[in-house]
């Protein structure tokens, strides 16, 4: 019997420059456990779903995002399917902004394509992603599912997705403080109409950041990493953020921002001794609970890990 699992790392949205534009996907440093869900696809009768992992008994009993992929596209590209049995090992927190429900949506689409063969072709399945995730969001947006589907840093074209050239010495510190906040909400505080000195400055910003990528100038790159976007409407309603962004750049961090919707924090230091004791100050004064997490990451190279197997059915 085949059975296809598929690994699909935490990603972090937006990198304060590219609100829904830009994201990128994240490797931790020092600990061994997955950083990103991992589904597996087999043959069953109808769709049944198997939770487990850390994070799994915070999932909804109905309604897992996994099913509904499986639903769509056995739907759309395998008809003929009689069913599958999926499980899902649920590794990220739910609601963090470490593009929990984007891992999930990644790690079983491209499980079933792999299942079926891959009748999709890479941009077509980056868009199927992108479509299952604004199903749980609220709205289509890729900055979390092209990261963990393909690696790196991506920034979203009109038509597909770009990897940007960043600095691989940087170091990507992120914390996670234990609390749910939904993507949806929090994109519900942000205004619909945004002023023009306040477009033209985001504008600015992330042109200034990708053209810095480019030219791998890491000063200007740094410089110009803040979220004048969401942050402003966000920031509030994380509890702790301000007060940590605070010290964390007294510490000498030369970035700090929210990663994807929050409450995830991120912070970039190109120290490693830095990223270590920023990592300790999180982890007493962020983190307030025992399912939070704090992780000094490197940016994933490799987006989603395929493993296939070929089991023998024992009479
Ligand atoms: N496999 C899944 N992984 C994560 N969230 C899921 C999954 N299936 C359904 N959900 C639901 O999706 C919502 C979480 O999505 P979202 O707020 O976008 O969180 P995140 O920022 O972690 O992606 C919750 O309501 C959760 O119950
Ligand atoms: N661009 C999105 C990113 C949401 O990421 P998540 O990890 O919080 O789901 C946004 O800022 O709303």
Not at 41 to 62: M, N, W
Not at 92 to 101: A, E, R, T
Not at 116 to 129: A, I, N, V, W
Request: proline share 5%; net charge negative; aromatic share 8%.
């Amino acid at each position: 019997m085949k059975s296809v699992s598929v690994y699909a790392p935490a990603s972090m949205g937006n990198v304060s420059v590219g609100f829904d534009l830009l994201g990128a996907a994240l490797e931790p440093l020092y600990v061994e456990q997955p950083f990103g869900d991992v589904v597996t696809v087999t043959a069953g009768q109808g769709i049944s779903l198997e939770c487990r992992g850390d994070y799994a008994h915070f999932l909804p009993k109905q309604g897992n995002i996994v099913e509904r992929c499986a639903e769509r596209f056995i739907e759309r590209h395998a008809p003929q399917c009689q069913g599958l049995a999926l499980t899902l090992e649920k590794n990220l927190p739910i609601g963090s902004g470490l593009g929990s429900s984007a891992s999930s949506v990644v790690a079983a689409l491209a499980a079933l394509n792999r299942y079926f063969d891959d009748p999709l072709e890479p941009q077509q399945l980056l868009q199927f992603m992108g479509e299952l995730e604004g199903e749980i969001s609220g709205s289509v947006h890729f900055d979390n599912v092209a990261p963990s589907y393909l690696g790196g840093m991506q920034l979203m074209l009109a038509d597909d997705a770009q990897p940007l050239p960043c600095f691989d010495n940087w170091y990507w510190l992120v914390a996670y403080p234990g609390i749910t906040l939904s993507t949806a909400k929090m994109r519900a505080l942000l205004p619909s109409d945004v002023p023009m000195t306040t477009t033209i400055g985001f504008g600015q910003q992330l042109a200034t950041f990708v053209a810095a990528c480019y030219r791998q100038d890491e000063q200007q790159a740094l410089a110009v990493l803040n979220d004048v976007l969401a942050e402003p409407h966000r920031a509030a309603h994380i509890p702790g953020y301000q007060a940590a962004k605070l010290q964390l750049q007294q510490l000498g961090f030369e970035a700090v921002g929210i990663s994807g919707s929050g409450p995830t924090l991120f912070a970039v230091c190109r120290d490693e001794q830095l990223a270590k004791q920023g990592a300790d100050y999180l982890q007493t004064h962020y983190v307030t609970n025992q399912y939070g997490l704090v992780r000094v990451c490197r940016l994933a190279r490799q987006g989603v890990q395929y493993m296939e197997h070929q089991l023998n059915a024992v009479n």
